[in-house]
């Protein structure tokens, strides 16, 4: 058996997908649940594109105990200083630089030769290890460069006191062949490539990132990059929760040992789908709602008969033991908070009270509180901020009828501390509602895409709603999860309205240039 690192890039390369925007609260509880699944680096962000980037990454890394953490730089020294004072307080201080060796990029992108791009890689890994321990250097575009350039620019930054070198698939473009041949190339051609980690970054824009990256671990990788439910880029990033399964299904094949708690993966990936609003697929691997529903008759025969007929994964393997009657009405504040604590959330007292009066209040009108409930309520206080001025929904009422034009009326709190009752019409409830919350934020709101989905089973579930949205032309996402859809989906609404509010006073991200 021999050790495969892995290197969650879910707060950095997912982050960066379109419509994704985590407050630093949400990165921090992203970041606390990646440490309970136990992988190796968390790479938290990039510290020179904003300070509400910088300040997410610096107390991630001041938190964070049990994982290195790291952060993204350009070869440009203010990136490489503004992380090492955002990184300075981890236990490992870990920088991951990088700069683009293909061709295309080199040509357009950075407009320079491949002797001024080997010299400012050089440069800058020797300046990063003037600060961090621990460099990581990547090739950007690594699978469309030259192979003998790739080799040559190794041979430099590694001279140059590089400890990781990553070769990412920055546009998904390589097949498992051609990526795990790479692999077994530079492992054989780079100088000193056993002194140092030698990383795989797969993208799936042809939906080969879990093979590919498969294939670098046959072939000499000894850490693989990736996100949780694959988020990133474009058709995003391999999905950990695959790989960290995989290797351990066919560790007679792989022989190998990620170190992942893999009863943490379904909490790990319902925190990131709920806090970044993106959906799992129903079919998608290891996590997705149906990944061990099975239809047939034939298949629930087998299962009957003995469930290792059709089932390799358990959902026990990855902690889907989620529809548990854990609390009822009469529960009272000690259960509820050895409960949080047992389901790993650390809440102040006052977040805490509140969590506790939300149940309470749902306990009241539903009859089994589940653990997925809890998680819902749990998460929303965790990661609620009191610093920026927000909207806050006080009532929302719907007059609808077949013949009738629906009318919403809404009282709500603005940032200025007023209330304001507003009232609008639409075609149908949903529509009068957000017509409504349009005027009461006094902006341009258009709405890119809206789902309502049950947090759990049963008549009386919470629904959940998700909005995407711009407002005033920048995209958000907002959610809740309430009781009745229609106050779920009001709260939504204006909770991505009030995520923008947060970032705005943060400041806007720069977008990622070199
Ligand atoms: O895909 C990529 O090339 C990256 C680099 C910044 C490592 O994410
Ligand atoms: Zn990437």
């Known amino acids: 058996m021999h050790k495969i690192d892995i290197f969650d890039t879910t707060l950095r390369d997912g982050e960066q997908s379109a419509g994704i925007n985590l407050n630093t609260q949400e990165k921090l509880e992203i970041a606390r649940q990646l440490e309970k699944y136990g992988v190796s680096i968390i790479e938290a962000g990039f510290p020179a594109s904003s ?39 981890g236990v490992q201080p870990h920088l991951h630089t990088f700069i683009a060796t293909s061709p295309i990029h080199m040509q357009y992108k950075l407009n320079k030769t491949p002797e001024q791009v080997i010299e400012l890689a050089v440069e800058s890994v020797k300046l990063a290890r003037k600060y961090f321990p621990l460099v990581q250097w990547s090739a950007e575009d690594a699978t469309r460069s030259d192979k003998d350039f790739l080799v040559r620019i190794m041979n430099e930054v590694i001279k140059a006191g590089a400890t990781t070198i990553n070769v990412p698939d920055t546009v998904g473009y390589a097949t498992p062949a051609e990526y795990g041949a790479l692999f077994k190339y530079l492992t054989e051609n780079v100088n000193g490539i056993e002194r140092v980690k030698l990383s795989a970054h797969c993208h799936d824009d042809l939906g080969l990132a879990t093979a590919n990256t498969l294939a670098a671990i046959e072939n000499g990788a000894t850490q693989v990059e990736g996100t949780i439910n694959g988020i990133g880029e474009r058709a995003g990033n391999v999905a950990l929760e695959e790989i960290a399964v995989a290797l351990h299904i066919r560790k007679d094949y792989y022989q ?45 025969d087998g299962m009957l008969k003995n469930p290792e007929t059709y ?31 047992e389901m790993g959330f650390h809440l ?21 509180i589940t653990e997925d409930d809890l998680f819902v309520l749990l998460t929303d206080q965790q990661v609620k901020t009191s610093e920026v001025d927000v909207y806050e929904l006080e009532s929302v009422q719907v007059q609808y009828g077949t013949s009738n034009i629906p009318t919403a009326t809404v009282q709500a709190k603005t940032p200025s501390g007023q209330v304001e009752v507003v009232s609008s019409t639409g075609a149908g ?29 049963g008549r009386d579930a919470l629904g959940e709603a998700v909005i995407n949205l711009t407002y005033n032309d920048v995209v958000s996402v907002g959610r809740n999860a309430s009781q009745d859809v229609l106050e779920a989906s009001a709260k939504a609404y204006l909770n991505a309205i009030n995520r923008q509010l947060i970032k705005a006073h943060y400041q806007e991200r720069v977008p990622v240039t070199q």
């Open 51 to 89: 300070p509400g980037d910088f300040e997410a990454v610096k107390l991630i890394a001041d938190t964070v105990k049990n994982s290195v953490v790291t952060g993204l730089a350009r070869t440009i020294k203010g990136d490489i200083e503004a992380a090492w004072e955002a990184l300075k307080g």
């Open 256 to 300: 190998t040992e990620s170190g992942i708690i893999l009863k943490e993966t379904k909490r790990t990936s319902q925190l990131v789908s709920k806090l970044t609003g993106v959906a799992i697929q129903p079919n998608k691997a290891v996590v997705g709602k149906n990944a061990f529903a099975h239809e047939s008759g034939i298949h629930q």
């Open 311 to 341: 089932e390799i994964i358990t959902p026990e393997l990855i902690g889907d033991a989620s529809t548990e009657l854990v609390l009822g009405k009469h529960s009272g504040r000690h259960a509820f908070s050895s409960r949080a604590v």
């Open 348 to 368: 102040s007292d006052e977040k805490l009270n509140a969590a506790f009066a939300a149940f309470k209040k749902l306990a009241d009108s539903k009859k089994e």
């Open 429 to 457: 409830s949903v529509e009068a509602i957000f017509n409504t919350l349009e005027k009461l934020v006094n902006g341009k709101v258009h709405i890119i895409d809206y789902r309502v989905s049950s947090v759990s089973k």
